[in-house]
Structures are given as structure tokens and as C-alpha cells.
């Protein structure tokens, strides 16, 4: 069997390798978030946000989610394994808020602008 004849034989492997993984797992499946800071930032925006009472916030309650959605999460500075209620630190390029997640409802604690790194 020459050279060519192996590569010959080892591409149409991975073809028929790749059609099979194509439609036996990822055809037709959604895909949510695959890092963790996306799946948080995913739960986070899934449940009604209802607002701490001493938060003010300088725009509408209704955009909310979409300051959330732009948002990273800081797991160095979130609780993550507290019991029952995990907090979570967001940190935008202009704000920095704390949520609370409590089974399915999530509570925005603090909210501030972010102050300049130098």
C-alpha cells in the first residue's frame, strides 16, 4: 500500500468519523452556555430580577437584564457555594452590581459605577 493510498484511506475515515459525530450528537441540539461565567450570566437573566430596596439605579428596571447580559462575572469576589442563596459580583466596563440567586428568584443587591483602575 503506498503513502498516498494511507492518506487516501485516513481521510475518508475522518469523513465518515465526523458525519457520524455531527448527527449522532450535535444535529438538531441546542447548545447553551459552555463556559461557567456564561452559565451564570445565562441563569441570571432566566429568573425575574426584583430590585434590593436601598438600590437606586439610573435607568429603567426594565433594562435590568440587559446590563446583566454585557456583564462578566468575578468569581473571585462572588459566593458561589453558599447555602441556600449564592451571590454573584458583576463587573461591566462602566458598573459593578451583586446579585442574589434563590431558587428562582434573583435579587439585585448593590449596584454602583466602577471605579477606574489605573
Not at 503506498?2 to 444535529?27: D, E
Not at 441546542?30 to 441570571?44: C, G, K, N, Q, T
Not at 454585557?70 to 463587573?91: A, G, I, M, N, T
Request: hydrophobic share 40%.
Amino acid at each position: 500500500m503506498t503513502l498516498l493510498n494511507r492518506f487516501k484511506f485516513f481521510g475518508i475515515g475522518i469523513a465518515i468519523g465526523s458525519a457520524m459525530v455531527y448527527y449522532m450528537l450535535i444535529k438538531d441540539r441546542e447548545f447553551p452556555a459552555w463556559l461557567p461565567s456564561d452559565r451564570v450570566i445565562e441563569e441570571l437573566t432566566m429568573y425575574p430580577v426584583r430590585i434590593d430596596g436601598n438600590v437606586e439605579l439610573p435607568f429603567p428596571d426594565s433594562l435590568i437584564v440587559e446590563h446583566i447580559r454585557v456583564s462578566d462575572v468575578l468569581f473571585d469576589e462572588s459566593k458561589v457555594r453558599e447555602k441556600p442563596c449564592r451571590e454573584y459580583q458583576l463587573e461591566s466596563a462602566t458598573e459593578r452590581m451583586r446579585l442574589e440567586i434563590c431558587d428562582t428568584v434573583v435579587t439585585l443587591l448593590e449596584y454602583g459605577k466602577r471605579q477606574p483602575t489605573r
